[in-house]
């Protein structure tokens, strides 16, 4: 079975909800308030886990991060390259919760402390068909993806949040490329917004990677060197879309691993996310595998009867 090494962010997710978002010069009170576990890099790792994959994450939490790790191992992830780094503080994000819509300050914290020596060790451990699954919140991401490619590891990478330095990166050598329409437009280098497009013109520019481009309540998009097809979101009341892209991410890899049919993972991916938005939260917003199954179980009794 595959192996998933997901390198990256851990923050803690001081969330708040409004009714409406903070202006310039504006003191306003939150309507609720909780603090939770989030990251991309955790997000992306819960749904690969509750996906069904066998799932290890590294990275780095601050003296602070024990809960971190207890969580990680408590929902079957293997923490054995999570470093706890003593002199750090854990990345931490202020969340903004308004209509299900959000707002989201980052601190990275001790995410931005990953060197070349915790790569190499990391990556040793793994093998030619196991997967690298990383975003953009951590430091040394392209020595990470030129590491990788040498010990034969496939790349999975969400360019988000996305900042200049990414045109940089090696992404000739990445498998899948997945940005929603903001990520992939400021990629492309394009004001395209016809959503089709804008992914055809993603998969020339980065032709050796299978592009994802998730736009929304309207749907996601995939294009290889097989063909390309689009996938209509669900419709339902979204409350809080905080961690919908990356359990998207997760259980498309899932998917797609298993079948290696990318438009079958598109639909898995789409009913998996649009669980995901119905819930307050982040990593514990994301659905089960066995959820997804029961739902469909229900749905197809409800149509026999």
């Known amino acids: 079975m595959n192996r998933i090494l997901s390198f990256g962010s851990l923050n803690y997710d001081y969330v708040y909800q409004t009714d409406h978002f903070v202006q310039p010069k504006e ?21 690969m886990r509750k996906a069904g994959l066998a799932v290890y994450h590294a990275g780095r939490v601050g003296a602070d991060g024990q809960p971190f790790v207890d969580y ?8 054995d390259y999570l470093v706890k780094d003593e002199t750090a503080v854990t990345g931490h994000a202020i969340i ?25 060790r990391t990556v040793a451990a793994f093998e030619a068909g196991d997967w690298l699954v990383i975003q953009n919140e ?32 090696p992404l000739e050598l990445v498998d899948v490329l997945c940005v ?22 993603l998969h020339k520019r980065y032709s050796n990677a299978e592009i994802l481009l998730t736009v929304g309540a309207e749907g996601s998009y995939c294009v290889n060197q097989s063909g390309s097809w689009f996938v ?21 890899l899932a998917e797609k691993i298993r079948s290696g049919d990318s438009h079958a993972a598109m639909r898995y991916a789409t009913r ?6 119905q819930r307050p939260g982040a990593a514990e917003s994301i ?14 009794d409800a149509r026999s009867r």
């Open 72 to 79: 990680l191992t408590q929902n079957g992830v293997r923490t």
């Open 232 to 252: 209509p979101s669900l419709k339902v009341n979204a409350v809080d879309t905080t961690a919908a892209g990356d359990t998207y991410s997760g259980f498309w």
């Open 96 to 120: 903004e919760v308004c209509h299900g819509e959000n707002r989201i300050l980052l601190h990275g914290g001790a995410n931005r402390l990953i060197d070349e020596a915790q790569i190499d």
């Open 272 to 277: 998996a996310a649009s669980i995901t938005v």
């Open 180 to 201: 929603n329409e903001v990520e992939g437009a400021f990629l492309a280098q394009t004001e395209e917004r016809e959503f089709e497009k804008l992914a055809e013109i």
């Open 138 to 169: 951590i430091s040394n991401i392209p020595y990470l993806i030129e590491a990788a490619k040498k010990q034969g590891l496939k790349v999975f990478f969400n360019a988000a949040p996305v900042a200049e330095e990414v045109h940089s990166y």
């Open 27 to 47: 003191t306003l009170s939150a309507l609720s308030y909780r603090r939770g576990f989030g990251g991309k890099g955790l997000n992306q790792t819960i749904a």
């Open 287 to 300: 659905p089960t595998a066995e959820e997804l199954r029961q739902i469909g179980n229900c749905r197809a």
